[in-house]
């Protein structure tokens, strides 16, 4: 049988003597107590967009779910298995988390394969071509617009994406009482992997910005 | 609106001040050439067991699924947006990864709802309950070994579980296959949170056991 | 009669006292023996993307042309007055620059009145009208998408129409030929006024990149 | 491909390292608000003579046109391109500015051109020639005047032709009825690049003048 990865066991010797050594007593406080993260984060499984990396968050800060182009597929109540939708109700109802945020990224192979769909599946299922076909209609839209480079669509894509998820979001109706009662705050984020840079959507008109840093401190 | 939270924001500027300051070449080669990263992860969606903290990984390294209590439904080829098989499909078919890691951990949110169904669902679509259905039968044996302490049985659901995903992963045709031509190796790992203890799963015997560290350097 | 705006004035007591007095010579120098530069501007009248201040550039440096959102309408030798082609006339078989630099800025206002024609012309001869009518067929293509916010859209078009100068700058007979020696070199960017962005066209993709500045030292 | 010329991006990392971080403020406000200068100038595409240069003029201050010896060519409402109208409305109807400077410079090329004008054009199309044409009979009157040095006939054709400029410009409706109603002003400037001198027109005689920098504090 194959030894467990040693790149991974050298990782977790690190993580040993470095960041657990200086947070165990938050360790054992967490699991003591429980989890109570403020914000939820729904992102890529990209390797390259990890948001414990890019929001360099600790231990008990970010509820993170990941699946491929972080979308939302929306409420659909029925007897079926829903990943996502699991998540969100645990993070909602459970946690009750005070932010979502979907953040996608530059470079995504999901929304990449949602403009170039190939007559070849990955495998027999489908299932990228499946589940991507959650954002179809938009993938269309985008692929026909052929004055803007294949680069510049795949951004397009990739935001119109996150605004599509954080509609989605409000189908859930504890999501959308819950930012009605001003109790929760969607929002959007988008991270270009290249150049480390992060883009915001400002929830008025739905664009992404760079947000001012220096208002942080 | 709601501004997006101050604290992520901080975050990402130790991050370009620290790690992206530091990676930024890796960074832009992993987005000029695209992410290759040997290992997927499949782990859940706590705040206090982010796969890439406990592994120390980098930019391009870990390719992670996140959903509620590290789950992998059965292979099933129809219509639905199935997230887990799309992620799956896409970490072994096109980025040809060669471990997949499935992580559970101590004090998992999902695994205890499993064990203690609530008559009342955290919200009328259940979702909760749906998704962890995918455990139940084991979920039922277990809880009625009285014998066991509650935390017990929460472990050994928790470990259960971790091998039924195993199993679940070579209901997938191309996992299956590649898995018997050598070129994909399948891992369990169990994190205990607390006194951040990793776990690795023994693959002939299916136990749990502390890894030897030594072996890694 | 009014008197020359005093603000001017000002300015000019400034210019004197400070950049004329340092580089008294260089002026000196230049009217004795003719300008040389080595670049051509193509630029937007816009008030707040004046290149020579976005590139620091001091007396020689820069042949710059400024009309609305930076058009240059096709090759068509006859007996009208065709300001563009003038100056490019002049900088490329006169002067011989080496570079053409087509820069369009965010926020254009002329790209904005593409983007959204009004039924009431600014005046009867609805100049502003005709002079956009240049990047029409393409403003059309990019408004029919209304998944992308007016601001991405807005974006969307002014790069495109970076592109779209370029190729018409290419349908001058001298500047082909001189590109196809190597001797002028086209290039497109992009400044965003609000942060100081500056965005070059990648001339193989024709994507919009942050350029590296550390390699320019 | 040739990259994006260096010196332009070395003067780039000046500009955001001095002025840009001086007065980013400043851009983040034009960009929010939109810009709103007081004054158009109409220039010449000369690299020596850069009007936010010579009036020290910051972002948002002046809307420029540049085109080959800063002409406007007279009122012509057709269904042609005409960039110099183009940008004249858009200043006077849409942006209300309340100065237009017409400024001229020594040592003008395109002055030289009409006064010189050669057997052979630059390019068969012989763009410059068809554009100074507009000042052609002027061009023609000074020439004859042989008792005048070249370098007289070419300061002298220089300041006529800025009055002619000025006339055109209220050929244009927009501009001679606001400036009737005293809501615009016209001004003429000539700029001498080799001693810095700026001379203004007096709107009574024509003359130009240097104007008293004193009155300006």
Same mark, same amino acid.
């Given at each position: ?12 010797? %690190? ?5 657990? &050594? ?47 182009? %972080? ?14 939708? &699991? ?11 005070? %932010? ?15 403009? %170039? ?101």
């Amino acid at each position: 049988m194959a030894p467990f990865p040693p790149r991974l066991l050298a990782g977790y010797r %690190n993580f040993m003597a470095g960041r657990y &050594a200086a947070e165990s007593a938050r360790y054992r406080s967490l699991a003591r107590e429980g989890q109570s993260p403020e914000t939820m984060v729904i992102a890529c499984c990209d390797s390259r967009a990890a948001p414990e990396t890019i929001f360099d968050a600790g231990p008990g800060e970010l509820f993170v779910l990941r699946n491929v182009a %972080n979308l939302v597929p929306p409420y659909a109540p029925d007897d079926r298995h829903h990943g996502t939708s &699991a998540a969100l109700e645990f993070a909602v109802q459970s946690l009750k988390v005070k %932010n979502i945020v979907v953040m996608g990224h530059g470079r995504c192979g999901g929304i990449h394969a949602a403009l %170039n769909p190939s007559a070849e599946p990955l495998s027999p299922g489908d299932f990228i071509g499946q589940w991507m076909g959650l954002v179809a209609p938009a993938a269309e839209v985008v692929a026909s617009n052929t004055l803007m480079t294949p680069a510049e669509r795949q951004t397009a894509l990739e935001r119109i994406s996150i605004r599509y998820q954080i509609q989605n979001l409000r189908t859930f109706p504890c999501v959308r009482i819950l930012e009605e009662k001003g109790r929760l705050a969607l929002h959007g984020a988008w991270f270009d992997i290249s150049e480390g840079e992060l883009w915001v959507m400002d929830a008025e008109t739905g664009d992404f910005v760079r947000p001012s840093l220096g208002e942080t401190l």
